[in-house]
């Protein structure tokens, strides 16, 4: 019989699952435009039907953003292959919850943003989130991501991700005819 409880969460993976199956929703059908790490936001890419890529402007974040590229377990070296390849498919949680990397110390009530632009020091990497515009360099996410677990310093966060309004996606086919009104 148990008589402990820890108080330590489990160490999280930046680019893991987390929550119910049944509350996500992963895409699979795209391959990466650049070099991807698992984690990290990303938006339509130059083929917008079947690549993604990194956002380079706040458009990317809140327009043809997908969601955020998912750690593949499957792969045979999954303990050290946290990238994605140019080509290589990606898979893209499109809903749910995943551990992503945050730049700084996120709380719970914070707004998120996504980075789309390097600050030239310390802050490079985009696609990464933090709790500010950090002077228009990144993009706010409210009201479609949240902070679910809070972290104190820069490193893994649980975000919990509502996926992107309608038309972020990318282009739809024709419409088929109409029938008769009856």
Partial sequence: MQTTQSAQYPAMRVGELRGSNFQRRVDGSRLAEVVIAAGHFVCLGT????????????SEVQTTGL????LDLSAPDHETATEFAVGQPI??????????????????????YVRHTSDGGSNT?????????????????????????????????????AGMSSGAQGPQGAQGAQGAAG
């Fill in 67 to 70: 969601g955020f590229a998912v």
């Fill in 47 to 58: 083929a917008p039907a079947s690549q993604a890529k990194l956002p380079t402007s706040a």
């Fill in 91 to 112: 898979p893209v949680l499109e809903e749910g919850e995943i551990v992503a990397y945050a730049e700084e110390a996120m709380a719970i009530t914070d707004t998120v």
């Fill in 125 to 161: 990497v985009l696609g990464r989130v933090r709790n500010d515009a950090d002077s228009n360099r990144c993009a706010s996410m409210a009201g479609r991501l949240r902070v679910k677990r809070a972290c104190t310093a820069a490193g893994p966060v649980l975000l919990e991700f």
